[in-house]
Nanobody, 124 residues
Framework: QVQLVESGGGLVQAGGSLRLSCAASGRTFSRYVMAWFRQAPGKEREFVAATSWSGGSTYYADSVEGRFTISRDNAKNTLYLQMNSLKPEDTAVYYC?????????????????WGQGTQVTVSS
């Protein structure tokens, strides 16, 4: 089992940057596919980005491609999301998630473990 704790959210102006972190407990962090999802008020949780167990492969939603970068440091049991050129429509609660099982990386149902979320608010 793994426990996930996100940090780094906050209020930023449009065009600004934030870096989210997700600290994972346990010694098997490197075995998990990791991802970031987000949920805006009144909307469903949506995929943002994912990375393979090694970090060698990364995947992004079209809406964040070129602006966000997902990365992981397996030695530190930490997942990151660097967010640049932020837009008001990026405002949401951001969650990190870990998957043990196989399945589509783009679906929330694939992921076994979730953090509590961190709020990101982008003002116009």
């Amino acid at each position: 089992q793994v426990q996930l704790v996100e940090s780094g959210g906050g209020l930023v102006q449009a065009g600004g940057s934030l870096r989210l972190s997700c600290a994972a407990s346990g010694r098997t962090f490197s075995r998990y596919v990791m991802a970031w999802f987000r949920q805006a008020p009144g909307k469903e949780r949506e995929f943002v980005a994912a990375t393979s167990w090694s970090g060698g492969s990364t995947y992004y939603a079209d809406s964040v491609e070129g602006r966000f970068t997902i990365s992981r440091d397996n030695a530190k049991n930490t997942l990151y999301l660097q967010m640049n050129s932020l837009k008001p429509e990026d405002t949401a609660v951001y969650y990190c998630a870990a998957a043990q099982s196989s399945g589509s990386r783009y679906y929330a149902s694939t992921y076994n473990y979730w953090g509590q979320g961190t709020q990101v608010t982008v003002s116009s």
